[in-house]
């Protein structure tokens, strides 16, 4: 199942380097279109990868890669979309096993993704076999048989380029790629696996024992079974337990039942069904025995999220969930958990953990007796699926979005504590265990650096951070890597002459004092001999989600205007300070984004992004236009795009871009931000985002080698009234068709009217400080409206945006 032997590292390893690991394939071929193949395909294609895609023919009609096709289409139409953009879908070319399996012989690489049956797959690399040239690497993307009965009786040649490659669904979101070798598999094909994995498709790599289900699975799907079983057999509700397992103790906010309708109900009871007849010798496989409840969603047709109807389904905008009795769904459950009022205030997952594992309610029993569960049999299947519990953390945080994996667990709640509870619960826990907890713990600090305890040795192993990863994290730690700090932000040595400012702000916003920081951060890099250049970037969940509107509206509910007026005019001249610093400012960007923190990216120049960057100018869902330059920004680009300056081709810009304003479209990738005008065609985009610090002090020691010179002030060519009116009318056009109000009308014509020049009567250049006093007036007036002030009151309070 998804939705949820060694490698170094807290982060995957950064370890393997084989000759010519370095170069990313160029063709491939995916076998099989279902859900995993076509997503497979597509993440292929998201790489820059061409992918050829083959499943069974539609009979002998005209079209028989029909099923490819509707393969492709329905992947296409997913959400989270598995595809950057429409670019990468045309990079995918759909074939047939009878009329196209001849392509194989031109690609690198082929991924075997059908039926789960070990006769159907061993059928298929017979012809596979007959057809690929020597040295093309080919896996199989099993999720539990046997890697070596898969490749039995073929040749020797292909045994050596044969593994398991198992990715996590959906491929383009989890971390996790599982990389189970065969006894024969060669360590060069293993390894140049791992490193396009890791660089290229943005994978966190484990190599598995091939064992059922390997890691990520056998935990994982324990896990979730039990917590089933809290809703049928223990008197908790659906509501109750997704409380209890989502992100309250570091876990999606999906947890239990909306992961099982997401991954699919007939998957899981398959996948469940199939570990209990594979683990014969496993002493807990009983837990893997499907519950009654999943049988009969699964034969009544209720399979998730792809029937509308599972554990939960929307009916009138209601999510209701299902009776276990009845099956028929009721509105949703009263959570009958008084502990987690207090708990949730906690800040900390770790905090949050210890505390509902020591509460005395029915929330600590179900958390207690859950995690007891839990991490004695991950104990058990040491060394059985792995040799290191960091492994096995791995595993289960990169494949299900646990931010803590059971040895991680066990550390921070007390490894003597849970060992006593686990006594006086009668669970059994392997001897090696008793080492590890009089040792100290699974982990350990030496010297600064992260050790494992591995049972096999009875010692402490080095688990190495990757040398293309920043830990900040540990950079704080060291003495005199911290050359500047406030309660807002602080600024860091991250070697070779380089510093970064990190954002240390609530969900990293955008008030004065982190403002005030960014100025203190490039003023201090410019006059230090010693550092070449700055990053702005962190570690958190989002980049920025823009601007403090706390910080704002307190000042609109004194009448404070003239402050404002300030603040907003300081925000401006910070961020051309970031695009005109006389050394490198690099922007690296993750996440969510948003208002002034996208309006930040933007006016960098030298801007790096995780593939997964989610940009995009959402002002006016609280009655506001872009004030911190993004709006001058994307008249500018439209001017820049369009050829010669053509007031027709500007205007089809200005359209797009507006557009995409007014509708506060946020991308859905780097590469759709791109498109956007959000990032510069050089922006680098960084498929791990792990990655994306280290590429981002590359980034200023290549600048600053280049001899850098920060880039000079452009005029901007504008369309005046005439491009105005011509949005304008669009814009009725909206009203018309009842899909905005009124005021969203009203914030639409002031944005039109900024981006445009104003009241200029005709076409004409223009520079960048009239667009920004432009720009900000018109923020201040729209701030003195009181429906505006409506809008941001309701978003502070409801997190929701007000349509008035």
């Known amino acids: 199942m998804h939705a949820h032997s060694t490698v170094a590292g807290d982060r995957d390893s950064g370890a393997f380097a084989p000759p010519h690991a370095h170069l990313p394939f160029r063709k491939a071929a995916v076998l099989g279109a279902g859900t995993m193949g076509a997503q497979i395909a597509a993440h292929l294609a998201n790489a820059g990868v061409h992918v050829f895609l083959f499943d069974v023919p539609a009979g002998e009609g005209k079209n028989r890669n029909a099923i490819v096709e509707r393969g492709l289409k329905t992947a296409a139409h997913l959400k989270p979309a598995p595809f950057f953009d429409e670019a990468a879908l045309h990079r995918v070319d759909p074939g047939n096993f009878e ?22 797959k061993r059928a298929l690399f017979d012809q596979v076999e007959s057809i690929i040239r020597p040295g093309t690497i080919v896996s199989t993307n099993t999720s539990g048989l046997s890697v070596e009965q898969i490749a039995a009786g073929r040749g020797e040649a292909f045994r050596r380029s044969f593994l398991g490659t198992h990715f996590f669904n959906p491929p383009r979101y989890l971390r996790l790629l599982e990389l189970i070798p065969s006894p024969d598999t060669d360590p060069e094909i293993l390894a140049r696996i791992a490193h396009f994995g890791r660089i290229h498709l943005g994978k966190s790599i484990v190599v598995a024992k091939d064992t059922p289900y390997f890691i990520g699975n056998r935990i994982g799907v324990y896990g979730m079974m039990q917590a089933v079983r809290g809703f049928t057999e223990q008197g908790y509700t659906i509501e109750e337990i997704d409380a209890l397992t989502g992100p309250l103790v570091g876990r999606p906010r999906s947890a239990t039942f909306r992961t099982a309708d997401v991954v699919g109900l007939d998957v899981l009871w398959a996948v469940a069904r199939n570990l209990h007849e594979a683990v014969a010798d496993d002493e807990s496989r009983a837990v893997f025995s499907p519950p009654e409840l999943l049988g009969r969603l699964v034969q009544a047709g209720r399979l998730g999220q792809k029937t509308r109807a599972g554990f939960y389904r929307k009916e009138d905008g209601e999510i209701k969930s299902v009776d276990p009795e009845t099956l028929e769904y009721s509105s949703a459950k009263s959570i009958l958990l008084p502990a987690l009022k207090k708990i949730r205030k906690l800040r900390t997952t770790d905090d949050r953990l210890r505390a509902l594992y020591e509460s005395r309610g029915r929330a600590g029993a179900f958390v207690r007796g859950a995690t007891l569960d839990l991490l004695a049999y ?47 619960a009668g669970l059994e826990a392997p001897a090696w265990v008793n080492d590890a907890v009089r040792a100290g713990g699974f982990y350990r600090d030496d010297a600064g650096a992260r050790t494992v305890y591995v049972p096999a040795s009875e010692e402490y192993a080095p688990d190495p951070v990757p040398e293309d990863y920043v830990a900040l994290a540990s950079i704080r730690l060291e003495a005199g890597r ?323």
């Open 482 to 804: 911290t050359l500047w700090e406030s309660g807002d932000a602080g600024l860091l040595d991250v070697g070779d002459g380089v510093a970064l400012l990190e954002f240390r702000s609530k969900a990293n916003t955008l008030g004065k004092g982190v403002m005030e920081a960014v100025v203190h951060a490039i003023e201090h890099v410019e006059a230090d001999r010693s550092l070449k250049g700055l990053v702005i970037g962190n570690e958190g969940r989002n980049f920025s989600v823009g601007a403090n509107l706390l910080e704002l509206a307190g000042a609109v509910k004194l009448r404070a205007m003239k402050v404002v007026d300030r603040h907003i005019k300081a925000f401006q001249g910070t961020i051309q300070r970031v695009r005109y610093a006389r050394k490198p400012v690099v922007v690296a960007a993750h996440g969510r984004v948003l208002g002034g923190g996208c309006e930040l990216l933007m006016g960098c120049p030298n801007q790096v992004a995780s593939a997964e960057c989610y940009a995009g100018l959402v002002e006016l869902g609280v009655g506001l236009i872009p004030a911190g330059t993004g709006t001058m920004r994307l008249a500018a680009e439209a001017s820049r795009r369009s050829a010669n300056d053509h007031p027709s081709e500007i205007q089809a810009w200005i359209r797009q871009f507006f557009e995409t304003v007014a509708m506060s479209r946020v991308s859905t990738s780097a590469v759709e931000a791109r498109q956007l005008g959000f990032l510069a065609p050089h922006a680098r985009i960084v498929m791990h985002d792990d990655r994306r610090l280290h590429v981002a002090r590359e980034e200023v020691l290549r600048l600053s080698a280049a001899g850098y010179r920060p880039p000079v002030p452009q005029s901007i060519r504008v369309l005046g009234q005439p491009g105005g009116a011509a949005l304008e009318v669009m814009v009725r056009q909206f009203v018309e068709g009842r899909f905005i109000s009124e005021y969203d009308a009203f914030l639409a014509g002031r944005l039109a009217f900024v981006m445009t020049g104003g009241d200029l009567s005709a076409p004409q250049e223009v520079d960048e400080e009239y667009l920004i006093d432009l720009e900000r007036s018109v923020f201040i007036e729209l701030i003195r409206d009181k429906r505006s002030q409506a809008r941001i009151v309701h978003m502070l309070k409801t997190k929701k945006p007000l349509r008035n």
């Open 99 to 120: 009329d196209h399996l001849d392509r194989l012989s031109g690609v690198e690489w082929v991924i075997e993704a059908v039926v789960e049956q070990l006769d159907a």
């Open 378 to 424: 991950a104990a058990r299947r040491i060394p059985e699926i792995s040799d290191r519990p960091a492994d096995v953390d791995r595993a289960v945080r990169w494949g299900f979005g646990w931010e803590l994996g059971p040895f991680e667990m066990w550390d921070v709640i007390g490894v003597e504590r849970v060992l006593n509870d686990l006594s006086d």
